[in-house]
């Protein structure tokens, strides 16, 4: 969960826009979004990436399952490396000019059980390092962004 400055509404145009993804991914990944843009985020919104990790490229397709402006929206992997991926994005008001953002994950890896192994090995601490750099972007880029250009820095 991280606090951000401005209302649900004025920083969730930011993480609806896919473009942005690119800025807060670690750039050790080479993430990149390959749909053309503008993307119209929206239920059944298709968006495909691609990266790399460790040396090997990944290809990655995820569909918008729910989309709530201001609230929520949640991404589930089509195909890529897990066997299961479902990202929960949630905003809500914490007090009358902030916003708590909460990301939950819940993913399975596919081939059990190596995939145990992969897991402690290297996934665990490979998504902690994504998510932890995403935090430390949003902490000196947003303070410094004020709340009316929060919107689509991506196109």
């Not at 920083?11 to 843009?37: K, M, S, Y």
């Not at 596919?110 to 290297?122: G, K, N, T």
């Not at 750099?133 to 303070?143: G, N, S």
């Amino acid at each position: 969960m991280q606090r951000l400055p401005g209302t649900p509404a004025e920083v969730f145009p930011f993480f609806a826009d896919a473009g942005n993804l690119e800025a807060i991914t670690p750039p050790w990944l080479a993430f990149r979004v390959i749909t053309p843009r503008p993307i119209e985020l929206r239920v059944g919104a298709l968006i495909e990436y691609r990266l790399t990790l460790h040396r090997l490229p990944i290809s990655w397709l995820t569909r918008i399952e729910a989309w709530e402006p201001g609230v929520r929206f949640v991404d589930a992997q089509l195909s890529g490396p897990y066997k299961l991926w479902h990202h929960t994005h949630e905003f809500e008001p914490d007090g009358a000019h902030h916003t708590l953002m909460r990301d939950t994950v819940r993913y399975a890896l596919p081939l059990a059980p190596l995939s145990a192994i992969a897991h402690r090995a290297f996934v665990a601490r490979d998504l902690q390092r994504i998510f932890d750099h995403r935090r430390d972007y949003l902490t000196v880029m947003v303070p410094s962004i004020p709340a009316a250009r929060w919107p689509s820095t991506g196109q």
